[in-house]
């Protein structure tokens, strides 16, 4: 009965007393082709653009399958093609010099796929093939690692200088902008130290108050591309002191503190002051404005001076009508007023 052992080898198997006068030659053959095949031989697989399957017969002659090495040449026509070898226990050295990879497996079960020019240790099982090695205590290279398997391509135990090292595009999952014109915006910065920063696109980009009482740096770009530092300071409720909202206020065309005097707030509400002196003629009387408001004035209100000398009585303080550059009265007293429009 054959063995699992004589199984992988398939040589012609001698029964009592059986080959007479021959036996000899046939123990000669079966060490020659057997065993030598199964230890140190090397056979040639040639695909042509298909699969190829291999097979073990009960004979001494030369079999391929029988064959330590196995070594696969031909055309794999732009596919990955695939071996099949016999369901039989039996370790191989797959040398693959096609163009594609090929898959080496048993009748059924899992397989392991040999790549295009490269060689694999592997184990048929009978059921699976499977990968021969897959632990080694340690591994020392002949020469570095490339930067396309993963190396540095040195024999440096630092990192790989990305700038002269990589090429093509780093993509997000990596850190890099998987794009080769992206631009970075500033948007989603909370922290910035504004002296790490020479050039860039970055507007109107801020840094928060860590703690109470402290200062934190706010970055204004500059039209050159450069960046500058200012200050805010946090207190323990949150207000800040912003000297960069002042130009906001005191910019030219924004306020004049005279009276007549106005103030332009940020939003676009502006107030409007001044103080008309009495009259004597009862009619409506024009008073304009120290400038005018952009688009409306939506009230005008008076308070009769009674530092004057004034007195309510035989006196008029209607308001009858106004717009963007005056408002009508009967002032017969002098009176302040106030406006405010947008």
């Known amino acids: 009965m054959a063995s699992q052992w004589t199984d992988s080898l398939k040589i012609q198997l001698m029964q009592t007393g059986e080959n007479a ?5 046939v123990t000669n053959d079966n060490l020659e082709y057997g065993l030598e095949q199964a230890i140190v031989g090397t056979g040639t697989v040639t695909f042509a653009s298909n699969n190829q399957t291999l097979s073990l017969s009960n004979s001494n002659a030369s079999q391929t399958a029988r064959n330590m090495r196995l070594n696969l040449t031909g055309t794999t026509g732009g596919s990955t093609r695939t071996l099949t070898v016999p369901d039989v ?18 009748s059924t079960g899992s397989n392991v796929s040999v790549p295009a020019g490269k060689t694999m240790w592997i184990y048929s099982t009978g059921t699976n093939v499977v990968d021969a090695v897959t ?3 340690s591994l020392t290279l002949g020469s570095p690692l490339t930067t396309s398997q993963g190396g540095t391509g ?28 992206a631009v970075f915006n500033g948007s989603g910065i909370t922290n910035l130290n504004a002296t790490a920063i020479s050039s860039g696109v970055i507007a109107n980009t801020y840094t928060t108050a ?5 200062s934190d ?14 200050t805010i300071t946090a207190n323990l409720i949150g207000s800040a002191s912003l000297n960069l909202l002042t130009s906001s206020f005191t910019g030219a065309g924004n306020q004049s503190l005279l009276s007549p005097g106005y103030q332009k ?7 409007q002051w001044g103080y008309v002196t009495a009259t004597t003629q009862a009619v409506a009387q024009t008073v304009n404005f120290p400038t005018s408001f952009p688009t409306a004035c939506l009230l005008v209100l008076t308070q009769i001076d009674y530092r004057s000398g004034s007195s309510f009585a035989g006196g008029y303080l209607s308001v009858t009508s106004f717009n963007t550059s005056s408002f009508n009265c009967f002032y017969t007293m002098s009176r302040y007023y106030i406006a405010i429009g947008y």
């Open 21 to 25: 006068t021959t036996w000899g030659n």
């Open 89 to 106: 226990e039996k370790i191989y050295v797959i040398n693959n010099t096609c163009a594609d990879a090929v898959q080496v497996a048993n």
């Open 135 to 137: 632990h080694l205590s």
């Open 154 to 181: 040195t024999n440096a135990t630092t990192f790989a200088n990305l700038q002269s090292n990589v090429s093509g595009i780093l993509p997000v999952a990596n850190g890099g902008t998987g794009s080769a014109t």
């Open 210 to 214: 860590n703690t109470a009482n402290q």
């Open 217 to 230: 740096a706010i970055v204004v770009r500059h039209t050159g591309g450069n960046f500058a530092a200012n």
């Open 265 to 271: 707030l940020p939003g676009g509400l502006m107030l």
